[in-house]
């Protein structure tokens, strides 16, 4: 099921990275290898109660003037109405009401989207409640008095957030059609590739019951199959703060994502591939989602019986941490190769969704280790049980062993490499997770 979207929005220095932080916590997965996921934390993922939700910090407001302060928060409250489910609205209870919060509350109720409104650097409540009750003039509701360098207020901030929840398991339950979502940076050509696919299927458009977007998802049918696009038009919007439109794509690149059964990472052909494009990867790889990488306008380029070989290894050193991703050479302008998009998508639905019997895993292991043996340390040496398919989506593997502090990164890599070089696993992460018991267990 798709987790909810909670964005922070507001004015420089009220504390939303403070709070982004305090959420995020030690939940944050940090893969040193993997770009995109350890720096700019723009998005984690936070758990409250029995709820799971990803959080953005739209952030990233130093300008100089006022001005540029208000426009740029309306970029930011705007991204936020686009991607998210629930808005925390940040003040500062300090500070106290100002032009800019007013202007920007305007957007937001308007946006007919939840919006909490979260006042922080309370420090005390007994006597900083008459300074809170002043942004009721905001007409957004109820003010949350909340202190995020203290912590006071979040636990009950965060039950107002997850009772914004949609009860999304009757949309699941009866749409099981695959989502595709197209992403890259802007102007690759995403907008181009979308509406070639569409004009030439004869497009359904429809709304999708219960997706708490405004946006909407398009339908698109393909030789008796249905497939539904991800609305990206948020990434195709242009703004006018250059240095905050990467951040603004990337954060609209996680609620796609985040949506979506395979992402088609759109990279432009005479450009090659980039840090962004990099970072963007990182989400998908990072989210366990199908992965397609298509190299568009490549009609553009001047080639040799060399030119493909050279691209592919560019791309395949650059998104290192990802080899098992289909690489694909199309052209959106000329329709080349499109037809092979959809033949690869699904192959990667398949393999999202692959099961491999339990015995059949159990021998490929001991086939494995027989050939390279496990590593040890100290005279102790890791011992492998047992491994089993435990769901797909990505498709998950635990494996039990005797010492889960012997089995090393690199190990974990070469078992996953066997299974592969059986069953494939075409454009999907595979996820391992080691569990330790004894051996009368």
Known sequence: MRKPVVAIVGRPNVGKSTLFNALAGETISIVKDTPGVTRDRIYADVEWLNYSFTLIDTGGIEPESSDVILSQMRSQAQTAIDTADVILFMVDCKQGLTDSDSKVADMLRRSHKPVILTVNKVDSYAKMMAEVYEFYNLGIGEPYPISSANKQGIGDLLDVVVSHFPDQTKEEEEDTRPRIAVVGKPNVGKSSLINRLLGEDRLIVSDIAGTTRDAVDTVLKRDGKEYVMI??????????????????????????????????????????????????????????????????????????????????????????????????????????????????????????????????????????????????DKGKHLRLYYITQVSVKPPTFVIFVNDKELMHFSYVRYLENKIRETFGFKGTSLKFIIRERTEKE
């Not at 298509?294 to 380029?301: G, Q």
């Not at 393999?351 to 494995?368: C, D, F, K, P, W």
């Open 231 to 376: 609305d990206t038009a948020g990434l195709r919007r242009k703004n006018k703060i250059k240095e905050d439109l990467e951040r603004y794509s990337i954060i609209r690149s996680v609620t796609a994502v985040e949506r979506a059964d395979v992402v088609v990472l759109l990279i432009d052909a005479q450009e090659g591939v980039t840090e962004q494009d990099a970072k963007i990867a990182g989400i998908a790889h990072d989210r366990g989602k199908g992965i397609i990488i298509a190299v568009n306008k490549w009609d553009a380029v001047d080639k040799d019986d060399k030119t493909i070989y050279r691209f592919t290894e560019r791309v395949r050193l650059t998104l290192s941490f990802m080899p098992y991703a289909e690489i694909l050479f199309i052209s959106a302008k000329t329709g080349q190769r499109l037809n092979k998009l959809f033949e690869t998508v699904d192959q990667v639905l398949e393999s999202q969704s692959m099961r491999v019997q339990t015995g059949v895993l159990n021998e490929i292991m001991a086939e494995a280790a027989a050939l390279q043996q496990p590593p040890s």
